[in-house]
């Protein structure tokens, strides 16, 4: 058989091969390539070629080493790439690669893993919705000096059965921390009974938290309130500044003397559970509005827990946006991998005036109506979103004068370093991330615009 035929028999049985197979000699000519290697991009022929051209230099092989290139048909290919130096009497003359598909592989092992995570997602929700929770402290995304204070407290605070007040404004996650506590804490097993004071009638709430007796009133029952069916467990009032005064001081005395009566009974019962209540009100102006009466503030906020707005830990934002985006990849069946570099950017300069859950609600829209890109991009925000961002506010540039644009621009430009870096307390990391820019590139424009530490000190 001579050299011809021997080629191609080789050739035909290389095509025939799954696996992608590609020579090229010390001067970077191809010596031989099979019909697999056609169907990838140039730019990922290129790629490859440079890899094989660095084992003339190194002279070390590779094996297995994971690789995904895309097809001129921009299919996604996953392969498992070995590269070996050919070598003739000590010297290498020729580097051959060989890519293995394993894409059918890929695929499997992946839809195995999200089966994986449905039933570990089912089975721990089936655990939790026994004591009627859904969440616990790894809901709470971010990685902010405030939640991290606060989750600490939390957990502390968990231990034992004291009354917890949690403030914060509509969005933060107040229940979640409610949740959180309670299967933090020795009652975990226990139920978790949660109720909306500002969404139930005055003249409903009562019976609903202490229950009723037949007889007490037209068509009342023999029916257990919240504070019976919490049992040992946790009762969480939320929005408690819409509690009436009247209504405070009957909740004063349960949690004073830890007894109570249904309504139409004359028999006392225990308290066994913990009470946690939330408002989206400073307490103290509720008491200088006389809203709230002072000694029931005392009693339900022997804990008080803050949780800070989403404005104020910005650090956050792009952390929690990976957090639902991930959760809503699932539900709409995306496979989205990150945020393009507009979409960072606009989360970053928003206020967030509906925190978390506005967060929540604004990437659940987009991830819904994207066309299952890698990167989300800002095309898919609801329209209210856009609006609201990209509307310049009120006295946010400087008025105009005679300078020149560039002027101008560095004056907004050091206003908005001084106000970011005043707001970190000088830390250039956390400054850096607030502004949407790297750290060594803000270390650069403060030095530009010569911002030193005797600015800051005045800025405060």
């Known amino acids: 058989m001579d050299t011809i035929d021997k080629s191609l028999y080789l050739q035909a049985i290389a095509n025939y091969m799954q696996d992608a197979v590609y020579v090229i000699n010390q001067h970077g000519d191809e010596l031989f390539y099979n019909n697999r290697i056609e169907r990838f991009e140039p730019s990922q022929r290129k790629a490859m070629l440079e890899e094989l051209r660095n084992v003339f230099i190194t002279g070390r092989p590779s094996f297995d080493k994971y690789k995904k290139y895309r097809t001129v048909d921009h299919r996604e290919v996953h392969m498992l790439s070995t590269v070996i130096p050919i070598k003739r009497e000590g010297e290498i003359v020729a580097v051959c690669s060989i890519n293995k ?68 404004e509509t969005g933060t996650g107040k229940e979640i921390l409610a949740q959180s506590i309670h299967n933090y804490g020795p009652a975990a097993a226990q139920p978790f009974v949660a109720l909306n004071c500002a969404a139930i009638p005055e003249t409903l709430l009562e019976s609903m938290i202490f229950g009723t ?170 329209d209210y979103f856009h609006k609201q961002v990209l509307s310049p506010q009120p006295n946010a540039f400087p008025k105009t004068t005679k300078q020149s644009l560039s002027q101008t621009l560095d004056e907004l430009e050091r206003k908005l370093i001084i106000d970011a870096l005043t707001a970190s307390k000088g830390n250039i990391t956390k400054a850096a991330l607030t502004l949407g820019i790297h750290r060594q590139n803000l270390q650069v424009r403060i030095k530009k615009l010569n911002i030193t530490k005797s600015v800051l000190f005045s800025a405060e």
């Open 101 to 168: 598909n394993i894409t059918e592989m890929a695929h499997l092992l992946n839809k195995v893993s999200q089966l994986q995570e449905k039933i570990q997602s089912y089975c721990g929700s089936s655990n939790r919705l026994q004591n009627g929770t859904s969440y616990d402290f790894s809901c709470l995304v971010g990685e902010s000096p405030q939640l991290t204070r606060l989750i600490d407290k939390a957990k502390k605070a968990a231990l034992s059965s004291a009354p917890i007040l949690l403030t914060g």
């Open 213 to 382: 007796t037949k007889g007490a009133f037209t068509g009342a029952e023999n029916t257990p309130g919240l504070l019976e069916q919490a049992g040992k467990g946790t009762l969480f009032l939320d929005e408690i500044n819409s509690m009436s005064l009247v209504l405070q001081a009957k909740m004063l005395r349960i949690l004073e003397e830890k007894k109570f009566r249904r309504l139409g009974s004359h028999q006392e019962a225990a308290v066994n559970c913990r009470i946690i209540s939330s408002t989206n009100i400073d307490c103290h102006k509720l008491l200088a509005e006389h809203k709230m009466r002072e000694d029931f503030y005392y009693r339900i906020a022997v804990v008080n827990l803050t949780i800070s707005p989403l404005r104020e830990r910005r650090e956050d934002i792009l952390l929690l946006a990976s957090y639902f985006i991930n959760k809503f990849n699932k539900v709409y069946g995306k496979h989205i991998t990150r945020l393009s570099a507009d979409l960072e950017n606009l989360l970053l300069s928003h206020t967030w005036p509906g925190n978390v859950r506005e967060l929540c609600h604004v990437l659940e829209n987009a991830v819904s109506f994207s066309d299952n890109e890698a990167a989300l991009s800002s095309a898919y925000l609801p």
